[in-house]
């Protein structure tokens, strides 16, 4: 089966843990740019449905799923067995720590920080090559202001910011009723060559 | 205690019945401009939330709340009892049937119509005296169409009509998290004099 | 003629000052719960939209409409003038300097902040009188979250915010077209009485 | 240089023709999942910028732009040339009629329909082949309305809808404002192979 960016989300193993849903996936994954050999982080990976589509993007690199609870770490896994990817690779534990030891990369997401967005944002500037692109998904009022502040101060860093409000309609008998899906701020950053000249 | 337009949700009994959440109450309030004398007639009047807040606002006047569900009427006059309001009259029946024997009104409100919608519409127009105000609330797409369609047709009624997103802000220890209400839609309806010159 | 809230935006005279438009300000207005005789700030003005339509509701009150900008005060005047006010008061200055020689408030209205809004919020607690309530209208993120974490920091009020998105529907011949307005947050503060206990 | 999906706004060569937003775009874009070798059908084209994106998808494909105002289809053409797109034709027209002698295609957009929507989704199902996707965004209740019960009435397609109110943040000296784009709505339709068992 060809892979198509936005995978439905009941497609995914779920469990209690939150899920970025679909709409969303599709338009973080495209402020990613991810290329077929790109090496990717995802903190805060959750049921890992965004690593399970950024693998299948990158499917001659590497996406590392971060992710702290056990429950999550398992979905994870069954996600990737579900989808038959073999460049995803579960770490259990929490960032910054975890990210240690990794080797530098293309695109970092962060969808959770567990409250140490200001670290996890100091060592994955660390981490993130030149041209190397991070998208935050903020659906905290904290998250959007830190993660704006913090890489709006950033010299060598493009931010763009916008907040995404997806009301899916479904169909009851004669009637189409409007859900409102929570609303989500997707921060999308690029690192600029620090020589670069304008 | 005195009476201020958005009383808090937690406030009304509840059941299983959909309620008309406090933003939207104070803005369908807002676009009806009850004077304290009004005849109102409440249309689909859930758990009485809205006809509640009509009644309180209309002291001297009366509502009519038609409400076809047995708990429905059972949550109206639970409420009724609990705001201790005197001016409130529950019906038990389905518009446009239960519409049947009422009074001129100053106001009628919709906010649901049991697929009814057009001869509803055609019967309230019977029924609302010249400069009376008729708000409809649409959760569905084939509401919102119709109530456009059958009121902007009608050469003697102002349409005003905007669409409410809201989310209300939830503290979680040190964040806020944002969650959506599900969209609605407001179609507010003036009816003018046909003598009227322009 | 009788006063409702939720003047329409073209009865007031505008300029090139944004204005707060007829949806937020019938959110606002409910949520500053307003009686006859309330004493009222509203800081950063602007056309005096906000301003007029409290003086209305505090008809025995009194309002103090606060703006620095002269366009603005001159556009507050001008509605003053237009809707026959006579219990509102423009004062040309900035808060919190401008807060200044005023008496205990009941209601205060912060829809401008000038980037001082952390002294203003600490110089209008001082002003507030128990019971009173202080309503924060953001149009940016920084206002939203320092509003929040200031006023959540405070054990003596109560804070419950949401955010709005309105979007109009426009009739153009044959269709109707949503026009989304500018998203905002509204939050809401009630001043408890320290020996309140529960 | 690689292609990602969504191109921004500012890229494209634009007149005064409403565009497409790049968020809009990158949703609809994946509701319709382009091979590289598919057939494609723009219909009510505007700046082509939807096009432009389809076919550098649809690298070994062809995109069919259709669009019946003469400043339309010259911006198409300016576009074409700036992204040096060789596989997309411009076809100036009104569909239906403009879709005549066109081969069987594997994904429709329709952005615009100037009012011949119910005929343009009649002759758009003859063209579609099996298991083609037709995507449909509506800024205009009518449009989502019937888009909704036509497709939905025919049995050999699976249709999903959702609304996406986007709203960018912009950043203006030391503070982040929110913008919004209008509300889209975007209906995403397969057709379904009729023999095909559930």
Do not use: W
Request: charged share 20%; glycine share 8%.
């Amino acid at each position: 089966m060809i892979y198509f960016p936005g995978i439905s989300d009941d497609e995914f193993i779920r469990g209690g843990i939150p899920m970025t849903k679909q709409e969303v996936r599709i338009l973080v994954l495209a402020k990613a740019k991810i290329a077929a050999t790109d090496i990717i982080v995802d903190i805060g990976a959750g049921t890992g449905s965004l690593s399970i589509e950024a693998a299948l993007q990158a499917s001659q690199g590497r996406v590392y799923a971060i992710e702290r609870h056990a429950e999550g770490i398992e979905l994870i896994c069954a996600n990737v067995a579900k989808f038959n990817v073999s460049n995803l690779k579960a770490i259990s534990g929490s960032a910054p720590l975890a990210l240690e030891g990794l080797p530098a990369v293309d695109v970092i997401f962060i969808g959770g920080s567990g409250g140490h967005l200001s670290e996890i944002l100091h060592e994955s500037d660390k981490l993130l090559k030149v041209q190397g692109r991070l998208v935050i998904t903020a659906i905290t009022i904290e998250t959007l202001y830190e993660a704006l502040h913090i890489m709006q101060a950033k010299s060598n860093y493009d931010v763009e910011a916008f907040g995404a409000q997806i009301s899916r309609i479904r169909q009851l008998k004669t009637s189409n009723m409007l859900q409102a899906l929570n609303p989500i701020y997707i921060i999308a950053c690029t690192k600029k060559n620090v020589n670069q000249k304008y």
